[in-house]
């Protein structure tokens, strides 16, 4: 649902039309990741502050300033809010703007991944840990080596491998490391070093982690995502090609590959044999929500699947602060995902 049609819009006609009601509403939240820990759904959103600054698609309008985690003993029982489990005042590295994060799990120890602007204004991806799910969560000292632009999702693999992806233009600086070092150079536009409409999009970025998750084993590599006809998407593609948002599941063997389009509002999906791609672009799993970004999770429950998702319904559209909402995502006989529309 584009930005400027949220002053026309009938918010208690919608929030009833709604299909998923906001998991919380004595926060805003917004990227949900989420993830099943010894039996139980952890969600890892961002958290929305309003900072009192006009909108614009830098995200300057976002105070996001810590990380909440909510936690749920079923997909149907309440969301449990566990309070801050990471301030940015703790990050030594760090200056400003959580962003999107993700969290995984190895040896009974939880990793948190999560975006924010060093102290030169560049935005880079740091590693938080904790004994518990919940937190509270002890970052490490220096960003991830190697890292840079936003949304990081960790996915692990059936033979242990963890492989961290990310990426984000506009806001999320990936256009300006498009030459492998970051482009200082002004003007900070959204639209600033960005390829021409018939030229390739950009990547997102893929690299396999280290044993101990806290270092990139390789440097990171484009995440090609093709057309039917395995050309890459281009980047005046606006309803297909890659903005932001990575994520990755896996169902029946095939590799999927899902994200945001941005501008364009639809959460979309591509296909692929391995971790590394390519990944052939297969349609969308959400049509446009109220809000200008979406951004997503999708975890299997119980044997039964689910696309954990935002909007901005709860707040009415004002700063376009959002709330997470979950609701169930179907493959069908072929493992084509059904769209979903979020309002009825």
């Known amino acids: ?35 099943v820990f010894n039996g139980k759904i952890y969600i890892y959103p961002s958290h929305d502050i ?13 105070a996001m300033e810590d990380y909440h985690v909510l936690s749920m003993d079923s997909i149907t029982s309440e ?17 400003k703007q959580l962003w999107a994060p993700d969290a995984n799990e190895k040896d009974g120890k939880y990793y948190l991944f999560f975006p924010a602007k060093d102290h030169d204004g560049i935005f880079r991806i740091g590693v938080a840990i ?51 070092i970051f482009n200082a150079a002004v003007p900070e536009s959204p639209l600033a070093h960005l390829p021409a409409v018939n030229e390739p999009a950009l990547c997102p970025k893929v690299a396999r982690l280290t044993d101990n998750l806290l270092e990139l084993t390789e440097t990171p590599q484009d995440v090609l995502i093709t057309d039917e006809n395995g050309n890459p998407l281009l980047q005046g593609d606006a309803d297909r090609r890659f903005f932001e948002a990575s994520w990755l599941h896996k169902y029946n063997g095939k590799y999927y590959f899902s994200y945001s389009t941005g501008d364009t509002h639809f959460l979309c999906y591509a296909i692929g ?49 959002r709330s997470v909402k979950v609701t169930e ?5 072929e493992g084509k995902i059904q769209t979903i529309e979020p309002y009825e």
């Open 50 to 62: 309003d900072a009192g600054e006009a909108f614009d698609d830098l995200g300057s309008h976002f």
């Open 273 to 321: 044999d391995n971790p590394y791609g390519p990944f052939t672009y297969q349609g969308k799993i959400l049509n446009p929500v109220v809000g200008w970004t979406t951004h997503h999770s999708i975890c299997e429950v119980e044997g039964k699947w689910y696309l954990f998702y935002h909007d901005s319904s709860l707040s009415k559209g004002v700063t376009h602060l």
């Open 130 to 180: 904790s004994d518990l799910p919940t937190g509270p969560f002890v970052p490490q000292a220096e960003a991830i080596k190697g890292s840079f632009s936003i949304d990081p999702a960790v996915f692990k693999d059936d033979d242990g491998s963890y492989y961290l992806y990310f990426g984000g233009i506009w806001g999320g600086q990936l256009q300006r490391w498009r030459e492998g």
């Open 1 to 35: 649902m584009p930005e400027e049609s949220v002053e026309n819009i009938d918010f208690e006609d919608l929030n009833n039309r709604a299909i998923s009601q906001p998991l919380v509403r004595h926060i805003y939240t917004a990227d949900p990741s989420a993830h």
């Open 79 to 95: 969301a449990v809010d566990h309070g801050v489990a990471l301030h940015v005042n703790d990050v030594p590295w760090a200056e």
């Open 329 to 333: 995502l179907t493959h069908d006989a």
